[in-house]
């Protein structure tokens, strides 16, 4: 139902942009997150945006990382500049998605993996 992409091996300094693509039966779609999981770290909260577009990001990313979806394509995005080291995790995206007008529930995507090298 959720599908990210665009992770790779990026030097620090560098830029990737992720995608996170919703499909299926989709009525709508709430607010969106992206987390990141470190080797033996716990999942960590990077950034969320409502539907209509407001963001919030987790201090790490603030000033580095922009989100924004497009609501008629059902995608999420998240630009990444000014990589380091430390950003280097799997990230993971999570929606809200309803199926219905009073039916939905989370839904996690498959990770990508983001290797920045320093």
């Known amino acids: 139902q959720l599908q990210a992409s665009g992770g790779g091996l990026v030097q620090a300094g560098g830029s990737l942009r992720l995608s996170c693509a919703a499909s299926?039966?989709?009525?709508?779609?709430?607010?969106m997150n992206w987390y990141r999981q470190a080797p033996g770290n716990q999942r960590e909260w990077v950034a969320s945006?409502?539907?209509?577009?407001?963001?919030n990001y987790g201090d790490s990313v603030k000033g580095r990382f922009t989100i924004s979806r497009d609501n008629g394509k059902h995608t999420m995005y998240l630009r990444m500049n000014n990589l380091k080291p430390e950003d280097t995790a799997v990230y993971y995206c999570?929606?809200?998605?309803?199926?219905?007008?009073?039916?939905?529930?989370?839904?996690w995507g498959e990770g990508t993996l983001v290797t920045v090298s320093s």
């Open positions: 999570n929606a809200e998605v309803m199926v219905g007008p009073n039916t939905g529930r989370p839904y």
């Open positions: 945006i409502t539907s209509g577009g407001s963001p």
């Open positions: 299926g039966s989709i009525f709508s779609i709430g607010v």
